[in-house]
C-alpha cells in the first residue's frame, strides 16, 4: 500500500501547501485585493493612498485617507484559461496529455472599512483572498495520475492601526487572522500497472501573520512607502481517500476493493515578501507610480508530509528561487468626472523548468493593465479594471520521489510538455464616505 499512500499525500502536499497560482502572481500568490491598484498594475499600491485597500499593502496608508470614515468593496474576475502540450509516459508507454482550459474562472472578492479615531491614529477592518487557485483538467486526461482537480481558498481577516508623527509621516500596524481550505482529486496507482484508485482530500488550518509599513510625503509632489508582510506558518491538517479501487489490466480483478483512508500532516511556512513603492504627481492631471516588491521564495527547499501511519510520508524537492516583482504605472484625471489608468508589471517566478510540476505549472508575467476611476458624487466613486497576463512558456519534466533516497521513482512514470497561458481580468470596487 506504500505507493498509494505517498502519492496522495504528496498531492495533497502540492495542493494544499504550494496553493499555486497559474495567472494572478508569481508562486501561490494573488495581487487581486483592490481593482483600483490593478488598474496601475499595481504601481504604488504601498504609497499611492486612493482608498482604504491601501490596508492590505501599507497599513501606514489609511492615515492619508481623505474624508474620514470610507468603506471600500469590491470583487476581481479571473477567467478560465491555460494550455498543455504533453504527454504521460511510464514502462515506455506514453499516453496524450494534452488539454486546455484547466485553469477555472475565479471570484476574488474584498472589502475595508477605514475611519480616524483622532488627530493621529486611524483604525481599519479587512477581509481579502491572498491567495487562492482553481485548477481543473479534463476527466480522462493524460496525466491524471499526477493531478485532476486543485481547489485552495485562503481568507484573510485584518486589524489595521495608523499612527500620524507628523503631517508627512506615518506608521501602520496589521494583525491578520488567516485561513486556509483546499480540495485535491486525482488518480493514483496502488500497484503501478495493475490496481488503481480516484484519490481526493480535504483540509484546513488557522495561523496569524502581521504586516507593517511607513509612509512618506518627501515633497509636496512625492511619496514613498515602505511595507514589510510577514511570513506564515500553517499546520496543515487533512483526510484523504481513495474510492473506485480497480485494476487496469482486463478480465484480472484487483486484490480487494475496500476504499482506504488516513490522516496527512504537513508544516509549512510561508515567505515574507517587502515592498518599495513611489508616488509622483508630475502636474494637475498627470501621476505616475512605481513598485517594487521582493518575496522570500527560497524558504521553499522541500515539502516533507507526515502521518500517524510510521509508514506514510513523502517528499519532493522544491528548490524555489526568490522573486521581483517590478511595476509601473500612471493615472490621469481627464475630467471632473473620470480618472483613467494604465500599468505593467513584470512578475517573476521563482519556478524553473527544472522545478515546475501539474499542480505548480507557473512561469514569468507580464502584466497589462488598464483602469477607470468613475466619480458618482462627492462622497462616491467607482473603479473599473482590466488586465491581460501573459505567461512565458514553460516546459515540464515531472516524475515522483521516493521519500527515503530523495531520488525519481521511476514505476509512477513521468509527465513531459510545455505550458503556455494568456488570461484576462475584470475587476470593479465601489468606494463610499460618510
Known amino acids: 500500500m506504500f505507493p498509494l499512500n505517498r502519492k496522495v499525500v504528496l498531492a495533497s502536499a502540492i495542493a494544499m501547501a504550494s496553493q499555486v497560482s497559474f495567472v ?39 492615515s492619508f485617507l481623505e474624508g474620514g470614515r470610507q468603506i471600500s468593496v469590491g470583487a476581481d474576475v479571473i477567467l478560465e484559461g491555460g494550455s498543455f502540450d504533453g504527454e504521460y509516459t511510464r514502462a515506455d508507454n506514453s499516453v496524450d496529455a494534452s488539454t486546455d482550459d484547466f485553469q477555472k474562472t475565479s ?13 493621529k491614529w486611524s483604525f481599519g477592518l479587512a477581509g481579502y483572498a491572498p491567495y487562492g487557485i482553481e485548477l481543473d483538467y ?7 495520475y499526477f493531478a485532476n482537480k486543485t481547489s485552495v481558498k485562503v481568507i484573510n481577516l485584518q486589524g489595521t492601526l495608523s499612527y500620524k508623527l507628523s503631517d508627512d509621516l506615518a506608521l501602520g500596524f ?25 484519490a481526493s482530500i480535504k483540509g484546513d488550518d488557522n495561523t496569524l501573520g502581521w504586516n507593517v509599513g511607513a509612509i512618506w510625503n518627501a515633497t509636496p509632489s512625492t511619496t514613498l512607502g515602505l511595507a ?38 504537513l508544516d509549512i511556512t510561508m515567505p515574507e515578501k517587502l515592498m518599495l513603492s513611489a508616488t509622483h504627481r508630475l502636474n494637475g492631471r498627470w501621476v505616475v507610480m512605481a513598485d517594487a516588491t521582493w ?27 526568490n522573486t521581483w516583482a517590478l511595476s509601473l504605472g500612471s493615472s490621469y484625471q481627464l475630467n471632473d468626472q473620470w480618472l483613467l489608468r494604465a500599468g505593467y508589471m513584470f512578475d517573476q517566478s521563482p519556478v524553473t523548468s527544472d522545478t515546475r510540476t501539474v499542480r505548480s505549472p507557473d512561469a514569468n508575467r507580464n502584466w497589462f493593465t488598464f483602469g477607470a476611476n468613475m466619480k458618482l458624487a462627492e462622497n462616491m466613486n467607482v473603479d473599473f479594471a482590466y488586465a491581460y497576463v501573459k505567461l512565458q512558456d514553460g516546459s515540464i ?38
Do not use: C
Open 107 to 119: 471570484f476574488v472578492p474584498f472589502g475595508y472599512f477605514v475611519m480616524p479615531m483622532d488627530e
Open 138 to 144: 479534463a476527466n480522462g486526461w493524460g496525466g491524471d
Open 174 to 198: 496589521g494583525l491578520i487572522g488567516s485561513h486556509v481550505v483546499g480540495e485535491l482529486t486525482q488518480k493514483t496507482w496502488l500497484m503501478p500497472g495493475y490496481m488503481a484508485g480516484d
Open 295 to 321: 518575496t522570500r521564495w527560497s524558504r521553499f527547499e522541500e515539502f516533507r508530509v507526515t502521518s500517524s501511519n510510521d509508514q506514510l510520508g513523502s517528499y519532493i524537492p522544491m528548490n524555489w528561487k
Open 228 to 265: 514589510y508582510h510577514s511570513q506564515l506558518e500553517f499546520k496543515l491538517k487533512g483526510d484523504f481517500d481513495v474510492e473506485n479501487i480497480h485494476s487496469v489490466i482486463p478480465n484480472i480483478p484487483p486484490i480487494f476493493t475496500t476504499p482506504l483512508s488516513s490522516d496527512a500532516n
Open 24 to 62: 494572478q502572481a508569481a508562486g501561490y500568490g494573488i495581487n487581486e485585493q483592490s481593482a483600483s491598484y490593478l488598474g496601475t498594475g499595481f504601481a504604488g499600491r504601498a504609497s499611492n493612498a486612493i482608498d482604504a485597500s491601501i490596508s492590505v499593502t501599507n497599513p501606514a496608508g489609511i
Open 397 to 434: 519534466n515531472e516524475p515522483k520521489y521516493d521519500k527515503s533516497t530523495g531520488q525519481p521513482d521511476d514505476e509512477h512514470g513521468v509527465v513531459t510538455g510545455e505550458y503556455s497561458s494568456g488570461s484576462h481580468i475584470f475587476g470593479a470596487q465601489f468606494n463610499y464616505k460618510f
